[in-house]
Structures are given as structure tokens and as C-alpha cells.
């Protein structure tokens, strides 16, 4: 039964989990499979216990080439986030959580995520999926400051507005007061820089001039305390509401499934099926017979020729046919006609923009 569980989910899912990873999350939750896949697109199953500290969480999300990398880079003082040199691939394979130690001495945790559209086949779904588990797992808190979103002055148009909508498919509409539109390479040009922030303006977003290269040590000091300034949230997003919205997400999709219509799956079944045969057999019995003799008569009688019949009673050995039911296998095969719902995992998007537009 566990097995059927087990591909059941798989099913539902659309995951490649292991045996142990899904024998995991369903006992989890009492081999409900519906609560085992809420949980598992909820993202709950990657929630740790929060901490109650004062450090500071900030979440960054841009396109390839956006200056990700390079930002985390800075704020660490190190190089410990790979910054690429092509265009059109990410640098960042998987989503890391980076911490680091503010001029003013508090602590940030840095959610560097995998570049959005890249081109080596990895789907924005997915990398938002990682996003999502990167924030719980690296997380020491369980609110979010601010998300950061990269857009880079080096490049023709504003991909902000993109990563806006990204950013509320992932979290929920409510992150709005906590996206900032980070403007990056901003001195190699400045009039794209000024018209992005003006349009963000008219958005209702709030935006920041960033430098990681042109940049003097004293002054990058200086920049990450005013950008802590900034960043400054007295309602931080709580991150059990990313958790709600996905719940209500993954119900919605539930009545979409319920809803849709029956796929119909037709094959061909062989199986044995036992058939009562009739049979003859050859039997053998005794009889008696009587077996005629002519004797002639006595006296004179017998003179004259005349004769009688005389009849002898001999046993005999006689076959017969007998019928007799012979059961026999005989290998058949039928069309078997199986209705099932289509998958859960597809109904997740259009129930995800449902909610979304609902809420808009």
C-alpha cells in the first residue's frame, strides 16, 4: 500500500523524490496524501524552527547579469559567489544563503538566487521553487526584510516589472512594501538609472542607486550603511504568510483538479480464465446376453427333422462413452477502460494567477 502512496504522490506531484524522501513527507503527515502534497508545494516541509534574533534578512532576485553576484560579493568581502561573464546562462547554479557583518555591526543573511530566464533549459518555475526553499533553509529568522530586486543600467529595457510579478508568485502579494529595485552599474549610465527610479516611483516601489565596481573601499563602507538605512523595515514580511499563500494555492488547485475532466486511459489487459470442457471417455462393463442355439427336437419329432431354439445366458464385456467437465486454461485478453484526474501539479500555476488576480 505504502508503494501506491508512494506513486500516487509522484504522480500528484510531478517529483522525482526518492522512495525515503516520500515514505518521509507521507508519514509525516499520517500518509495523507493530500496533506503530503500541500506540504510539499507549500514549501513547509523546508521550514525550520525560526529564531527570535535581531539579524536581518534580504532576499535577491535578479536576471542573469544582473549584478547578484557581485553585490553578495561585496557584502561579504569575499568571492565566494561566482560572478560570470556570459550572457544568457546564470552564474548561480542553486540558491545560497550568504551571511555578512555590516559597517554598523548587525548581521544579514543574503538569499543569492539563480539568475531568472536562464538559457541552459532550467524553467523559471523551477528556479523560483529554489528561491522559496533557499529563503526557509538559509534563513535564521523567519521574516523577510527586504527583497532586492537587480536591474542592471547595462541593458536596453527595465526587467524589473518582471521580477515584480516573480517576486509576488512567489511570496504572495503582500510582499509589495518589501521589494526594492536595486539599480546596479548605475554610473556607466546614469540617464537610465534616473529614468528607472522615476518609473518605479510612479509604481509605488521603492529604488536604490547601487555601485560594486567604480568604487572606492571608504565609500563602498559608506554606501552599505545608507543601503542598511534604507532597507530598514518596521513591518518585516513574515514568512509563515509566503507559507498561507501557498497553502491557499495548492486548495485552489485541488477544486481546479476536482473540477476538470477525467483522462481516459485505454490498454490492453491479458489474463487466464479457466473454462469447464466436455469430454468423452471410454468406458467398459459385463452384461449378460442371451445367445440363441437350434437343437434338434427329441422323439420323434427330432425324426422328422424338426428343431428348436435354445437360448444360453454368457457374460460379455461391452464398451461405452461417457461425457465428463475437464477444466481447461485458456489465455484471453480485454480492453481496460481506466478514468483518473489529471495530475495536481498542473493545475498549480493557473491556481497560483487566479489568487493573484483575485488579489490585485
Same mark, same amino acid.
Given at each position: 500500500?505504502?508503494?501506491?502512496?508512494?506513486?500516487?504522490?509522484?504522480?500528484?506531484?510531478?517529483?522525482?523524490?526518492?522512495?525515503?524522501?516520500?515514505?518521509?513527507?507521507?508519514?509525516?503527515?499520517?500518509?495523507?496524501?493530500?496533506?503530503?502534497?500541500?506540504?510539499?508545494?507549500?514549501?513547509?516541509?523546508?521550514?525550520?524552527?525560526?529564531?527570535?534574533?535581531?539579524?536581518?534578512?534580504?532576499?535577491?532576485?535578479?536576471?542573469?547579469?544582473?549584478?547578484?553576484?557581485?553585490?553578495?560579493?561585496?557584502?561579504?568581502?569575499?568571492?565566494?559567489?561566482?560572478?560570470?561573464?556570459?550572457?544568457?546562462?546564470?552564474?548561480?547554479?542553486?540558491?545560497?544563503?550568504?551571511?555578512?557583518?555590516?559597517?554598523?555591526?548587525?548581521?544579514?543573511?543574503?538569499?543569492?538566487?539563480?539568475?531568472?530566464?536562464?538559457?541552459?533549459?532550467?524553467?523559471?518555475?523551477?528556479?523560483?521553487?529554489?528561491?522559496?526553499?533557499?529563503?526557509?533553509?538559509?534563513?535564521?529568522?523567519?521574516?523577510?526584510?527586504?527583497?532586492?530586486?537587480?536591474?542592471?543600467?547595462?541593458?536596453?529595457?527595465?526587467?524589473?516589472?518582471? $521580477? !515584480?510579478?516573480?517576486?509576488? +508568485?512567489?511570496?504572495?502579494?503582500? /510582499?509589495?512594501?518589501?521589494?526594492? *529595485?536595486?539599480?546596479? #552599474?548605475?554610473?556607466?549610465?546614469?540617464?537610465?538609472?534616473?529614468?528607472?527610479?522615476?518609473?518605479?516611483?510612479?509604481?509605488?516601489?521603492?529604488?536604490?542607486?547601487?555601485?560594486?565596481?567604480?568604487?572606492?573601499?571608504?565609500?563602498?563602507?559608506?554606501?552599505?550603511?545608507?543601503?542598511?538605512?534604507?532597507?530598514?523595515?518596521?513591518?518585516?514580511?513574515?514568512?509563515?504568510?509566503?507559507?498561507?499563500?501557498?497553502?491557499?494555492?495548492?486548495?485552489?488547485?485541488?477544486?481546479?483538479?476536482?473540477?476538470?475532466?477525467? $483522462? !481516459?486511459?485505454?490498454?490492453? +489487459?491479458?489474463?487466464?480464465?479457466? /473454462?469447464?470442457?466436455?469430454?468423452? *471417455?471410454?468406458?467398459? #462393463?459385463?452384461?449378460?446376453?442371451?445367445?440363441?442355439?437350434?437343437?434338434?427336437?427329441?422323439?420323434f419329432g427330432g425324426m422328422m427333422g424338426r428343431t428348436k431354439t435354445v437360448y444360453h445366458s454368457i457374460n460379455q464385456t461391452v464398451a461405452y462413452q461417457e461425457p465428463i467437465t475437464v477444466p481447461k486454461e485458456v489465455q484471453r485478453s480485454r480492453i481496460v477502460r481506466a478514468e483518473t484526474k489529471p495530475p495536481l501539479h498542473q493545475f498549480i500555476v493557473p491556481a497560483k494567477k487566479e489568487l493573484l488576480?483575485?488579489?490585485?
Amino acid at each position: 500500500m505504502q508503494s501506491n502512496l508512494n506513486s500516487q504522490f509522484q504522480y500528484e506531484t510531478g517529483s522525482n523524490l526518492t522512495k525515503e524522501q516520500c515514505d518521509s513527507l507521507l508519514s509525516k503527515n499520517g500518509n495523507s496524501l493530500k496533506e503530503a502534497c500541500i506540504e510539499y508545494f507549500s514549501g513547509a516541509s523546508y521550514a525550520p524552527n525560526a529564531k527570535a534574533d535581531q539579524s536581518l534578512q534580504w532576499v535577491l532576485i535578479g536576471n542573469t547579469r544582473a549584478g547578484k553576484s557581485t553585490f553578495t560579493n561585496k557584502m561579504t568581502e569575499t568571492e565566494s559567489a561566482v560572478v560570470g561573464k556570459g550572457f544568457g546562462q546564470s552564474t548561480t547554479s542553486t540558491s545560497k544563503a550568504y551571511a555578512a557583518v555590516l559597517p554598523s555591526g548587525s548581521k544579514v543573511t543574503m538569499i543569492d538566487t539563480q539568475g531568472l530566464n536562464d538559457t541552459r533549459g532550467t524553467s523559471n518555475s523551477d528556479i523560483e521553487r529554489g528561491i522559496s526553499k533557499a529563503v526557509i533553509r538559509g534563513g535564521t529568522k523567519g521574516t523577510i526584510d527586504a527583497v532586492l530586486l537587480f536591474q542592471s543600467c547595462q541593458v536596453d529595457s527595465f526587467g524589473y516589472k518582471d $521580477l !515584480v510579478r516573480k517576486a509576488k +508568485e512567489i511570496f504572495g502579494p503582500s /510582499i509589495q512594501s518589501s521589494l526594492v *529595485v536595486l539599480f546596479t #552599474k548605475h554610473i556607466q549610465n546614469p540617464d537610465f538609472a534616473e529614468e528607472g527610479m522615476a518609473d518605479c516611483k510612479k509604481q509605488g516601489l521603492r529604488s536604490f542607486l547601487w555601485e560594486s565596481i567604480d568604487i572606492s573601499k571608504s565609500k563602498m563602507s559608506i554606501q552599505k550603511t545608507e543601503l542598511q538605512q534604507f532597507l530598514e523595515n518596521k513591518n518585516p514580511y513574515r514568512l509563515n504568510e509566503a507559507h498561507f499563500f501557498l497553502r491557499k494555492v495548492v486548495e485552489k488547485a485541488y477544486l481546479k483538479q476536482a473540477n476538470a475532466p477525467p $483522462l !481516459v486511459n485505454e490498454r490492453v +489487459e491479458n489474463y487466464t480464465e479457466t /473454462i469447464h470442457e466436455i469430454q468423452s *471417455v471410454t468406458k467398459y #462393463k459385463t452384461v449378460t446376453v442371451q445367445v440363441p442355439e437350434t437343437k434338434r427336437c427329441g422323439g420323434f419329432g427330432g425324426m422328422m427333422g424338426r428343431t428348436k431354439t435354445v437360448y444360453h445366458s454368457i457374460n460379455q464385456t461391452v464398451a461405452y462413452q461417457e461425457p465428463i467437465t475437464v477444466p481447461k486454461e485458456v489465455q484471453r485478453s480485454r480492453i481496460v477502460r481506466a478514468e483518473t484526474k489529471p495530475p495536481l501539479h498542473q493545475f498549480i500555476v493557473p491556481a497560483k494567477k487566479e489568487l493573484l488576480d483575485n488579489l490585485a
